[in-house]
């Protein structure tokens, strides 16, 4: 807080009194951070095209959360899942709200591409959509590392040959 207070050139006390306390500043921001994020996050997965371009946007917009500052921070969703949600039950609520959000992104995604033929579709779409989750949090996990580039786009292309080209 002492750094926030600082950066901003305010006193505690402002801070204080707009947000109550240390709990629901973090909170609020953590909303607005998925407020103003994630929709930018799940454009590429939005259309009736190119499946396989889609979604490797979507998984390079993941790998540059990590990389956009040089600090490899990752992603905040992700960072407070990973070290909160066990300890702050709403904070949980929030991201798992997110998660959802991108779940129902994904799979939407992935049986439109099954229905045009893109998409395997000898795995079940909440099969797969499950997959996907789960290298999204991977790929956001390792951006917290410092884990190249290179690598984590080669994560993305392993995990679109698995979804389009494994047969």
Do not use: W
């Amino acid at each position: 807080m002492d750094k926030l207070v600082s950066k901003l050139g305010i006193n505690r006390a402002s801070l204080y009194n707009t947000f109550g306390n240390k709990r629901e500043f973090f909170s609020q921001a953590l909303t607005f951070y998925m407020e103003t994020r994630l929709p930018d996050l799940l454009i590429p997965l939005h259309g009736n095209d190119d499946f396989e371009d889609r979604l490797r946007q979507f998984f390079n917009g993941l790998i540059s959360l990590g990389g956009e500052t040089n600090r490899f921070r990752g992603c905040f969703v992700i960072g407070s899942m990973a070290e909160l949600s066990a300890l702050e039950p709403r904070l949980a609520k929030l991201c798992t709200d997110t998660l959802n959000v991108l779940e129902k992104d994904l799979r939407a995604l992935v049986k439109r591409g099954q229905k045009a033929g893109e998409i395997r579709t000898e795995i079940n779409a909440d099969d797969l959509t499950t997959m996907l989750i789960s290298s999204a949090i991977g790929l956001m996990t390792k951006a917290r590392t410092k884990e190249s580039p290179r690598r984590l786009k080669a994560a993305v292309e392993l995990t679109l040959y698995f979804a389009f080209n494994g047969k």
